[in-house]
């Protein structure tokens, strides 16, 4: 019953992201609801996999052990998460040095003239 809750928080949460994401006017709550996306598909599928009572795959007991693929991925989805943000802030700080605003229209427009 608690997985199932934090499975539907994370599918919410990623309407939400995707929400933000497509009436967002400004750059900056792009950025944010991009995160927001990532966010809810990492806890999405750590909450699809996580099953109690398993041992992390050291020691003795080969067969009650964790499956280490998955938490190799969300890792990796993780990182790469954090890259692609660090890049869309970078990205940000050059729109706002090249035509002096964070809103998409006004960034539009400019770059049009």
């Not at 809750?5 to 990623?14: D, S």
């Not at 050291?58 to 890049?87: F, H, K, R, S, Y």
């Amino acid at each position: 019953m608690q997985y199932e809750i934090i499975e539907l928080f994370a599918i919410v949460a990623f309407f939400i992201g995707f929400f933000g994401l497509i009436t967002s006017k400004g750059v900056i709550k792009s950025i944010v609801a991009i995160t927001i996306l990532e966010i809810s598909v990492v806890v999405f599928f750590l909450s699809l996999n996580y099953t109690g009572g398993v041992m992390p795959p050291i020691g003795q007991n080969p067969e009650a052990a964790a499956d280490p693929l998955p938490q190799a991925l969300v890792i990796t989805a993780i990182i790469i998460g954090v890259a692609l943000t660090a890049v869309n802030l970078t990205m940000l700080i050059s729109l706002c040095r090249q035509f002096n605003a964070t809103e998409w229209d006004i960034i539009k427009k400019k770059s049009l003239e």
